[in-house]
Nanobody, 125 residues
Framework: QVQVVESGGGLVQAGGSLRLSCAAS????????VGWFRQAPGKEREFVAA????????YYGDSVKGRFTISRDNAKNTVYLQMNSLKPEDTAVYYC??????????????????WGQGTQVTVSS
């Protein structure tokens, strides 16, 4: 089973940028789509972005399209989330998760699991 650890969160002013990392253990990480999700206090978890097992174009939630970019480096067992033009409403704990089924497109986000502990992103106005 793939295990993931998120990092890279922090405090940033509106309009700024952050890059999150999702480091995975397990030799089979490269077989699975990976996604980023977020949860703000008092709100439900929200899908942010996902990427296929072999990379390629990301799949994004409407609220982050054009501002966030997901990528992966399978040689490093890591998935990244580059977040630009951050807004206060992007404030949340960001989580990484994986598709339990290998070699699928990144659109089966409701199935994702093996959650990490999350990393806090706070955007000040």
């Amino acid at each position: 089973q793939v295990q993931v650890v998120e990092s890279g969160g922090g405090l940033v002013q509106a309009g700024g940028s952050l890059r999150l990392s999702c480091a995975a253990s397990g030799r089979t990480f490269s077989r699975y789509a990976v996604g980023w999700f977020r949860q703000a206090p008092g709100k439900e978890r929200e899908f942010v972005a996902a990427i296929a097992w072999n990379g390629g174009r990301g799949y994004y939630g409407d609220s982050v399209k054009g501002r966030f970019t997901i990528s992966r480096d399978n040689a490093k067992n890591t998935v990244y989330l580059q977040m630009n033009s951050l807004k206060p409403e992007d404030t949340a704990v960001y989580y990484c998760a994986t598709d339990p089924t290998p070699y699928r497109s990144p659109t089966n986000v409701d199935d994702f699991g093996s959650w990490g502990q999350g990393t806090q992103v706070t955007v000040s106005s």
